[in-house]
């Protein structure tokens, strides 16, 4: 297996409620697990930041899928790479909300600056998931 990571940025199509995230959720949860895919998705104020972990070609398969989704729009990949462990490997698809003070608060100006800065070891679009993470009732 080719272990890859794939990190997108999405804007929400219309409001999601909450019972609309739940759906999602126990949708994506039960597909990821039995097709050994890991990850995080945070909802950030009306926009989708998602984290997909596993086989290369089932995360493109998957990316693939969920860009056509009609309840977002705006797929923009910040990034796709090799990875030798999973960040999210307990993680059938973890979810947190965030908001965009949460951006400021973390240091980032706003969501492009994940997908024009990339240097260092860990990407900044990661940096960020983390930060919300630990710092959030994440479910
Ligand atoms: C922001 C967002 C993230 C999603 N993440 C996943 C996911 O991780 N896994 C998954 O199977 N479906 C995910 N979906 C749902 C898929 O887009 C799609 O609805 C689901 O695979 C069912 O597809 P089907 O209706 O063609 O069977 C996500 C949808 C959105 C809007």
Same mark, same amino acid.
């Given at each position: 297996?080719?272990?890859?990571?794939?990190?997108?940025?999405?804007?929400? =199509?219309?409001?999601?409620? #909450?019972?609309?995230? +739940?759906?999602?959720?126990?949708? =994506?949860r039960?597909?990821?697990?039995? /097709?050994?895919?890991?990850?995080?998705?945070?909802?950030?104020?009306?926009?989708?930041?998602? @984290?997909?972990?596993?086989?290369?070609?089932?995360?493109?398969?998957?990316?693939? /899928?969920?860009? @056509?989704?009609? &309840? *977002?729009?705006? @797929?923009?990949?910040?990034?796709?790479?090799?990875?030798?462990?999973r960040?999210? =490997? %307990?993680?059938?698809?973890?979810?947190? /909300?965030?908001?965009?003070? %949460?951006?400021?608060?973390?240091?980032? #100006?706003?969501?492009?600056?994940?997908?024009?800065?990339? +240097?260092?070891?860990? *990407?900044? =679009?990661?940096?960020?998931?983390?930060?919300?993470?630990?710092?959030?009732? &994440?479910?």
């Amino acid at each position: 297996m080719s272990l890859s990571q794939l990190v997108y940025l999405s804007v929400e =199509a219309d409001s999601f409620s #909450k019972n609309d995230l +739940e759906q999602l959720l126990i949708g =994506a949860r039960k597909f990821n697990s039995t /097709h050994d895919i890991s990850g995080f998705l945070v909802y950030l104020d009306g926009m989708f930041l998602q @984290c997909l972990e596993g086989d290369k070609k089932a995360i493109n398969d998957l990316y693939e /899928h969920i860009k @056509c989704d009609f &309840r *977002h729009k705006e @797929c923009q990949l910040v990034f796709e790479k090799a990875i030798d462990e999973r960040v999210f =490997a %307990d993680w059938s698809m973890g979810f947190t /909300h965030a908001s965009k003070d %949460d951006l400021e608060k973390y240091g980032f #100006k706003s969501v492009s600056d994940f997908v024009t800065q990339n +240097e260092g070891k860990t *990407h900044p =679009a990661l940096v960020f998931m983390s930060s919300v993470i630990n710092s959030s009732n &994440r479910f």
